[in-house]
């Protein structure tokens, strides 16, 4: 019995803890993709471990290389991407975390129509030792078609982060 109130009470402490790394993450992921949509560069690199991999058609490694291969979306008349985490998942050591979610990309052709695409990124996140959150591998692909309502609606849902 004792043996119990030690594991619930453990668990009471741990489980509120893993919670707000969590919602930790899931800001550091909107932050992330708030710094594409407002176009600045250097934020965005500001995200990225400096062992990142964010892998494609190829694989990229670290900040500069990583925000120069992005630099079409830094381009005030480039393609638009955002993306929210529908998904967090932290590790119970609280140094490394998952998040997973649907990603909306908007092109235009040279008459100005938009052709909207949707995908699905995941990101790993790492604790660093300055105690923030950066992503250290990435990767993304996309749907054939559109992701349920429910997803979508993701993108437009007001969040209570503020400029992490």
Known sequence: MANWATFLALMAVALPALAELDDEVRCREIGFSKSV???????FASYVDADARFVSGSVT????AIA???AIFFDPDGPTIKWRPKYVEVLENGELALSRGPYRLVTRDE????TESW???NSVWRLNPDGEWRVVFDAGGVLPSPPPAEDRALLDQPDSCDAS
């Open 37 to 43: 949509e407002s176009r600045n560069q250097e934020l």
């Open 61 to 64: 490694r670290g900040p500069d």
């Open 68 to 70: 120069a291969a992005w």
């Open 111 to 114: 008459a100005g129509n938009a």
């Open 119 to 121: 995908g699905t990124f």
